[in-house]
């Protein structure tokens, strides 16, 4: 009889849901989308959008515009404008021929008069549905050129195809899959600074073939459920861009900026609480003998209690590891995983770190992240003893700023200290690839961040930024043996017996980059986008006293039909 009972409650959790015609796929987090919820969120118009684990289905995006729309009133005239553009394209079961062009269609249920492929309409290639599937397909392109025009000119040019297709089966099982596959002409490193991801693509990096050459690959399963009203529960196994943490430039813990992670996940809503599991797996940074390539797990739990019109408070694990399979211990989402990993013979890079960001000002947010690299309890008051592995960043973004509408500036600073993301076992830095899965700047540097960005209406955005980093380098003699560890390589360790116990923020080689980049996002057509992109970068090594100049060019165009 209990049996019986366990089986019933399981057949309820996985085959009845709230949630009636749900688009349970994920909406990419690069979606412009997100940064339309992000300024209606700091304007006060909704609330959380858990940004810090920024992930959304179909069907929450939906949700949160039309609780924007409910409070269309307090909109600008382009708010309003950008409000229509997305629920045209999220109300999927509305979706006809008055917003919607379909490629390859009869033109029964949506237009396919190739007139209209110029139109504001949002464009597919097949679309199908019915009460037990949605079907979505496109095809997606990129074209990218780029010019250098100092320290010397150069140009390179980047141009892929691909497609993609998304959907949900039986209102709970989202799924997606999407493959790209281009090529580069003209300098191949400058192209690196068109598209950093060429940095840990395999095919790019391998450079075997007579051309140079990249592929991304994402896909997922997803299954969701709502067994009582407002709990939201999900599991997800797949691979696709995922980041975690605050952060408004770079986030500490997960930045995006990195090789893209195989992952399973799940997530659990309800009231003030919200929890993340995710058990990860990258490799390690690349190797010529393939037989020394390998594989590294990454776990990582998020407790967050999110209180409304006040703020949401998170605290969050991680624990890298290497050399064996799957450890059943970094399975277990209610442990500690430091604890834990004391008891494994500590062997493993964990970290801890605790996070908040106000909800109580309308058009002004803050947010703070402390990281904590390894070191729980010991000298955190001798801040310069090099096993005190801290950073943090805080950060304030003001929406309308001086009442004007649809313009967001953003500041942040983040400090990292020596050795942060390093570890004594090489494979097990806070890595995939060579690329730090945490801030951009890596360890022993700061930062100060100045963004800007303009709604000039639905079809243009108008974006400036400004970069100020210090850091303190490794020091290598001539014929390239270290001969001053910084702990500003998260590939170097500290060398007892060696290095000083002590070490201070910034030495090292110090060097100062200045960036300012300004840009133009234009979508004459729907899901046509253009972006132009100017950047100026200074670099002053101060202790070499030298000076660098970089100014480069950018354009891209990406479609999707």
């Given at each position: 009889m209990k049996l019986n009972k366990i089986y019933l409650l399981i057949g309820i959790l996985f085959f009845t849901s709230a949630i009636i015609n749900a688009q349970v796929e994920n909406v990419p987090i690069d979606h412009q989308v997100y940064n339309f919820l992000k300024e209606m969120k700091v304007k006060g118009v909704i609330n959380s959008i858990h940004d810090d684990n920024p992930s959304m289905s179909a069907e929450e995006v939906l949700t949160k515009l039309k609780l924007i729309n409910e409070k269309s009133k307090e909109l600008s005239s382009t708010e309003s404008a950008i409000l229509k553009k997305y629920i045209d394209e999220f109300n999927i079961y509305n979706q006809n021929k008055l917003n919607t062009f379909e490629l390859f269609g009869s033109g029964e249920q949506y237009s396919n008069s190739f007139s209209e492929f110029w139109s504001e309409k949002k464009k597919y290639s097949i679309i199908y549905k019915d009460s037990a599937l949605t079907f979505f397909f496109n095809i997606l392109g990129n074209i990218k050129y780029g010019h250098r025009f100092s320290p010397s000119a150069t140009d390179a040019e980047m141009y892929d195809i691909g497609i993609r297709f998304k959907g949900t089966l039986l209102n709970k099982f989202g799924y997606s899959l999407s493959v790209q596959k281009g090529g580069v002409s003209g300098s191949e490193s400058f192209a690196t600074k068109i598209d950093p991801r060429l940095l840990y693509n395999f095919k790019f990096v391998e450079a075997v073939e007579n051309i140079g050459n990249y592929?991304?690959?994402?896909?997922?399963?997803?299954?969701?459920?709502?067994?009582?009203?407002?709990?939201?529960?999900?599991?997800?196994?797949?691979?696709?861009?995922?980041?975690?943490?605050?952060?408004?430039?770079?986030?500490?813990?997960?930045?995006?900026?990195?090789?893209?992670?195989?992952?399973?996940?799940?997530?659990?809503?309800?009231?003030?609480?919200?929890?993340?599991?995710?058990?990860?797996?990258?490799?390690?940074?690349?190797?010529?003998?393939?037989?020394?390539?390998?594989?590294?797990?990454?776990?990582?739990?998020?407790?967050?209690?999110?209180?409304?019109?006040?703020?949401?408070?998170?605290?969050?694990?991680?624990?890298?590891?290497?050399?064996?399979?799957?450890?059943?211990?970094?399975?277990?989402?209610?442990?500690?995983?430091?604890?834990?990993?004391?008891?494994?013979?500590?062997?493993?890079?964990?970290?801890?770190?605790?996070?908040?960001?106000?909800?109580?000002?309308?058009?002004?947010?803050?947010?703070?992240?402390?990281?904590?690299?390894?070191?729980?309890?010991?000298?955190?008051?001798?801040?310069?003893?090099?096993?005190?592995?801290?950073?943090?960043?805080?950060?304030?973004?003001?929406?309308?700023?001086?009442?004007?509408?649809?313009?967001?500036?953003?500041?942040?600073?983040?400090?990292?200290?020596?050795?942060?993301?390093?570890?004594?076992?090489?494979?097990?830095?806070?890595?995939?690839?060579?690329?730090?899965?945490?801030?951009?700047?890596?360890?022993?540097?700061?930062?100060?961040?100045?963004?800007?960005?303009?709604?000039?209406?639905?079809?243009?955005?108008?974006?400036?930024?400004?970069?100020?980093?210090?850091?303190?380098?490794?020091?290598?003699?001539?014929?390239?043996?270290?001969?001053?560890?910084?702990?500003?390589?998260?590939?170097?360790?500290?060398?007892?017996?060696?290095?000083?116990?002590?070490?201070?923020?910034?030495?090292?080689?110090?060097?100062?980059?200045?960036?300012?980049?300004?840009?133009?996002?234009?979508?004459?057509?729907r899901d046509f986008i253009f972006d132009f992109n100017y950047q100026y970068i200074r670099e002053n090594k101060i202790t070499r006293e030298l000076k660098n100049k970089n100014s480069l060019f950018t354009v891209k165009l990406s479609f999707e039909m």
């Amino acid at each position: 009889m209990k049996l019986n009972k366990i089986y019933l409650l399981i057949g309820i959790l996985f085959f009845t849901s709230a949630i009636i015609n749900a688009q349970v796929e994920n909406v990419p987090i690069d979606h412009q989308v997100y940064n339309f919820l992000k300024e209606m969120k700091v304007k006060g118009v909704i609330n959380s959008i858990h940004d810090d684990n920024p992930s959304m289905s179909a069907e929450e995006v939906l949700t949160k515009l039309k609780l924007i729309n409910e409070k269309s009133k307090e909109l600008s005239s382009t708010e309003s404008a950008i409000l229509k553009k997305y629920i045209d394209e999220f109300n999927i079961y509305n979706q006809n021929k008055l917003n919607t062009f379909e490629l390859f269609g009869s033109g029964e249920q949506y237009s396919n008069s190739f007139s209209e492929f110029w139109s504001e309409k949002k464009k597919y290639s097949i679309i199908y549905k019915d009460s037990a599937l949605t079907f979505f397909f496109n095809i997606l392109g990129n074209i990218k050129y780029g010019h250098r025009f100092s320290p010397s000119a150069t140009d390179a040019e980047m141009y892929d195809i691909g497609i993609r297709f998304k959907g949900t089966l039986l209102n709970k099982f989202g799924y997606s899959l999407s493959v790209q596959k281009g090529g580069v002409s003209g300098s191949e490193s400058f192209a690196t600074k068109i598209d950093p991801r060429l940095l840990y693509n395999f095919k790019f990096v391998e450079a075997v073939e007579n051309i140079g050459n990249y592929d991304f690959a994402e896909g997922y399963l997803k299954y969701q459920t709502q067994p009582v009203e407002n709990m939201n529960i999900d599991f997800q196994i797949g691979r696709e861009k995922t980041k975690m943490g605050y952060g408004y430039g770079s986030k500490l813990i997960l930045s995006g900026d990195h090789a893209l992670l195989d992952f399973v996940r799940f997530n659990f809503n309800y009231g003030v609480f919200s929890f993340t599991s995710m058990h990860a797996s990258t490799v390690g940074r690349f190797i010529w003998e393939r037989e020394q390539n390998y594989t590294k797990q990454i776990a990582i739990n998020r407790f967050k209690l999110n209180f409304e019109d006040v703020l949401e408070f998170g605290l969050g694990e991680s624990i890298i590891y290497s050399g064996r399979g799957i450890d059943l211990a970094y399975l277990n989402p209610f442990i500690f995983y430091k604890f834990v990993e004391m008891s494994l013979q500590d062997r493993d890079n964990g970290a801890v770190w605790l996070d908040l960001q106000t909800h109580a000002f309308n058009n002004l947010e803050f947010q703070f992240t402390f990281f904590l690299d390894e070191n729980i309890l010991s000298h955190l008051e001798e801040l310069n003893l090099f096993t005190n592995k801290t950073a943090y960043q805080i950060g304030a973004f003001w929406y309308s700023p001086l009442g004007v509408d649809d313009l967001s500036l953003i500041t942040e600073y983040t400090r990292i200290r020596p050795y942060v993301y390093a570890h004594y076992n090489f494979r097990n830095t806070y890595t995939s690839w060579d690329q730090v899965l945490g801030h951009r700047i890596g360890p022993n540097a700061d930062e100060i961040l100045v963004k800007a960005n303009y709604n000039y209406n639905e079809k243009m955005t108008l974006y400036g930024e400004f970069r100020a980093i210090r850091s303190g380098e490794n020091i290598y003699t001539p014929d390239g043996n270290l001969h001053y560890n910084a702990g500003g390589d998260p590939f170097v360790i500290h060398r007892d017996g060696i290095e000083a116990r002590y070490i201070d923020f910034l030495s090292g080689e110090r060097i100062n980059h200045q960036m300012i980049s300004a840009g133009i996002r234009f979508e004459p057509i729907r899901d046509f986008i253009f972006d132009f992109n100017y950047q100026y970068i200074r670099e002053n090594k101060i202790t070499r006293e030298l000076k660098n100049k970089n100014s480069l060019f950018t354009v891209k165009l990406s479609f999707e039909m």
